[in-house]
């Protein structure tokens, strides 16, 4: 019987998320993305308002709702992705209004941007924007060019074309484990609408996915950073700040291993990464008081430069490194930008279908 | 009159003490678990928590139960689950088989070395849990990946060209299932071959019984509680194991933990994550009742 008892235990502590225990006041708990602040934020911030920082990290949107839709996570500050994640969540409540007569920096955002984020947040009551970047692609420039010499280099091709990809594998190729962040770009590929929902689209994105899925080594949606700076894969399809961070450690490891990042001619999708407060945050004062400092432009400008994204803040780029205020993935030139597209959310039927897809692409079954 | 109240006081003592673990078991073993089992029955919606209530109420002022069976006919109605289940199933059953294989003679050494020499040689099966489970298994990555310590040496001594894919596979997996369950199933197997009685394997060799024969026909069954509680130790957990496939796995690898974090996160839907949680308990709780029946019924004489 205990043994029996022990079982219903493994399969219980599935359900069972731990939360962090909510501290006395003077605190802040941030939940944010890996690679995605500057490193010495943190401690400016403490420094300057005494106030004791503790920090998290998630490397998926899911992972972040996940979370929250168990209430109480405890945390003051999360940084979900507008579409479709805060955008949904803002409508299910997750989130607590603003109070910006606290914000005086506010005056600094973007206002174009956040004209556009009014779809999703009306009154840009519940969101301010931190950094967008784009997903695409990065490659090992010498080992591509060794192994397919006229590969075309600036194309969806690379990574959608079963033909092309297929010489990658053995060097390694990786993907992202997500199906919001492969799908349009298949679709695209396909002539298709990237944002298109409907069953019979999806499952022709699927079909091509399952044709490239024999060249790709792993699906993951981190690892592939380390990965990629120590040469270990060739190909990776992600996120172009965590692309950046690769090439970047790739060029300080010094070990002459050579990353390209590129945004497909074809288009790519654009993200924009918000800063939220739950609506249940233990210390919602201390939360205004961060959003207020990191939107300093020279606080963000210095993220910007570090983790190699365009931040919400028009007033920033004067900042920002010259290195990376010349980077043309970081700040697209107009005529790349409007190849540039958004995605918007799916039904449940629809997201359960990706999935499933998803899971068929990788598994087989 | 004492010795009655004596009595009493035992009998209080002995309820007390298996009161409280049950009292444990009860909090955080059945009650969550029947947690899990209400969510099955409910369906997904877009709030905190992230599922309808099962009780509401009607307009007409009618309390109504709603009951959604059909997240157990999903999770028949399509094969993946199944196949994840028989996947994860087939891997424990794996780790479980290989880690007998290694671990029975090392738990044999051990209980045959000299006293002195046991309780160190026991404490360095033990000592990997000194450190993260997290940090041993993502060692492994770097032992196994292609730029690693395996394939670097394999290529500087010349014996492989290219790097061996054994990263990001089964084949990892596995590595990864029967490194990190091997002492679950080195401590209940040497606890019972330790107590064993050696004379008897004397006596059946001065009755003329070969090596084999006598570890066949004594020592096995002797140490076969051991065996059985070392794969079940091994078995359980490793069903449910969701680091060693998610790190070291590949694309391919579909595991049920793997499974239900799709439904979590990539569906939202805890009512279908619940009713796979729910469905593997099923699956695994009617095979070990059975067992432990046999087990009980084989022991009376």
């Not at chain 1, 005056?107 to 999703?120: C, P, S, T, V, Y």
């Not at chain 1, 799908?183 to 396909?190: D, K, Q, R, S, V």
Request: charge should be neutral.
């Amino acid at each position: 019987m205990k043994k029996s008892r022990t079982l219903l235990a493994g399969a219980v502590a599935v359900m069972i998320s731990a939360a962090p225990a909510p501290a006395a006041d003077a605190v802040l708990n941030i939940y944010n993305w890996n690679d995605y602040i500057a490193p010495d934020t943190v401690p400016a911030f403490e420094k300057a308002t005494g106030i004791k920082v503790s920090y998290d990290l998630y490397d998926a949107n899911e992972t972040l709702e996940g979370k929250l839709s168990a209430g109480n996570s405890g945390y003051d500050i999360v940084v979900p992705t507008l579409v479709p994640f805060a955008a949904r969540q803002i409508k299910a409540g997750f989130y607590q209004p603003l109070d910006k007569s606290k914000l005086s920096n506010y005056g600094h955002l973007d206002k174009g941007l956040l004209a556009r984020m009014e779809a999703q947040d009306p009154g840009n009551d519940h969101l301010v924007p931190w950094l967008s970047a784009i997903v695409v692609m990065g490659y090992n420039v010498d080992k591509i060019k060794q192994i397919m010499p006229d590969a075309p280099l600036d194309s969806l091709r690379m990574v959608f074309d079963p033909k092309v990809v297929a010489k990658f594998k053995e060097c390694g190729v990786s993907i992202m484990d997500s199906p919001t962040e492969v799908f349009p770009p298949a679709l695209l590929w396909l002539g298709l609408n990237p944002d298109s929902k409907k069953p019979e689209d999806l499952k022709k994105a699927a079909d091509l996915l399952k044709e490239i899925r024999s060249s790709v080594r792993r699906f993951d949606s981190s690892e592939y950073i380390n990965a990629l700076a120590a040469g270990d894969i060739c190909l990776a399809w992600g996120y172009s700040s965590d692309l950046e961070v690769a090439k970047h450690r790739a060029m300080e490891a010094g070990k002459g291993v050579n990353i390209s990042v590129v945004i497909p001619k074809e288009g790519a999708e654009r993200y924009i990464d918000v800063l939220a407060v739950p609506k249940d945050a233990p210390h919602p004062e201390a939360a205004l008081k961060f959003i207020n400092f990191v939107m300093q432009p020279e606080e963000v400008a210095k993220t910007s430069s570090k983790v190699y994204a365009m931040s919400g803040n028009a007033d920033a780029k004067p900042f920002v490194s010259p290195e990376a205020a010349a980077d043309p993935v970081i700040f697209p030139s107009p005529e790349v930008e409007k190849t540039l597209y958004t995605i918007t959310g799916a039904d449940p039927a629809a997201d359960r279908l990706r999935t499933r897809l998803w899971t068929e692409i990788k598994t087989g079954h | 009159m004492r010795g009655l109240s004596e009595e009493r006081k035992r009998a209080l003592g002995r309820f007390l003490v298996i009161a409280i673990p049950f009292l444990w078991l009860g909090a955080l073993f059945l009650a969550p678990f029947l947690i899990v089992a209400k969510i099955s029955l409910s369906s997904a919606a877009v709030a905190i928590p992230p599922y309808e209530p099962l009780i509401s109420w009607a307009d007409d002022g009618a309390l109504v139960l709603t009951l959604h069976v059909g997240n157990y006919k999903l999770i028949f109605s399509d094969p993946i689950y199944l196949i994840a289940y028989a996947s994860s199933l087939r891997n424990a059953a794996v780790t479980v088989i290989f880690t007998l294989l290694l671990g029975f003679p090392l738990a044999y050494f051990i209980a045959t070395r000299d006293q002195k020499w046991r309780a160190p040689l026991l404490l360095l099966v033990m000592l990997p849990f000194w450190t993260s489970f997290l940090i041993r298994v993502y060692a492994w990555i770097g032992i196994l990946k292609p730029n690693g310590v395996i394939n670097g040496a394999l290529l500087w001594l010349g014996v492989i060209e290219k790097p061996l894919v054994i990263l990001n596979n089964n084949f990892a997996v596995i590595v990864g299932m029967v490194y990190g369950y091997l002492p679950f199933m080195v401590l209940p197997l040497y606890a019972h071959l330790e107590k064993m009685d050696w004379s008897l394997l004397e006596a059946a060799s001065d009755l003329g019984a070969k090596p084999f024969r006598v570890f066949r026909k004594v020592t096995l069954p002797l140490a076969a509680p051991g065996i059985v509680a070392g794969s079940l130790l091994v078995f359980i957990p490793a069903v449910g194991e969701y680091i060693v496939p998610a790190l070291l796995g590949g694309p391919d690898t579909l595991t049920i933990g793997a499974t239900l974090w799709n439904e979590f996160f990539s569906n939202r839907d805890w009512p279908v994550a619940s009713t796979v949680a729910v469905a593997l308990v099923a699956l695994l709780v009617g095979p070990l009742l059975a067992l432990q029946h046999h087990r009980t019924k084989g022991a009376r004489p």
